[in-house]
């Protein structure tokens, strides 16, 4: 089993930054992915960033060059540095990673909200 604590959601103003932080415990072994994905009511949960065991990095289009997905293999930790925020940026976001061993499974976080607003 692996559980996943998420930290750093709160409320924002417009233009401002937010750091989530996201640490792995428990069954982590050898080569994982991990990830962040935004959902909003009535919406299905969507890709933010993911990056890899070798530090490959993805991000939705709509956070390109604002958001940056890092991660420290010695905590198990994954972070997001969230920049230049607006309101659109609203959501719960879910920490997610797929481990290999023993076999490919996914766990995801509880989910921290993210408010940006005046």
């Known amino acids: 089993q692996v559980q996943l604590v998420e930290s750093g959601g709160g409320l924002v103003q417009p233009g401002g930054s937010l750091r989530l932080s996201c640490a792995a415990s428990?069954?982590?072994?050898?080569?994982?992915?991990m990830g962040w994905y935004q959902q909003t009511p009535g919406k299905e949960r969507e890709l933010v960033a993911t990056?890899?065991?070798?530090?490959?990095?993805n991000y939705a289009d709509s956070v390109k060059g604002r958001f940056t997905i890092s991660r420290d293999n010695t905590k198990n930790t994954v972070y997001l540095q969230m920049n230049t925020l607006s309101p659109e940026d609203t959501a719960v976001y879910y920490c997610?990673?797929?481990?290999?061993?023993?076999?490919?499974?996914?766990?995801w976080g509880q989910g921290t909200q993210v408010t940006v607003s005046s």
């Open positions: 428990g069954s982590v072994f050898g080569r994982y992915s």
């Open positions: 997610k990673i797929i481990v290999t061993v023993p076999i490919v499974r996914t766990y």
């Open positions: 990056i890899t065991s070798d530090g490959n990095t």
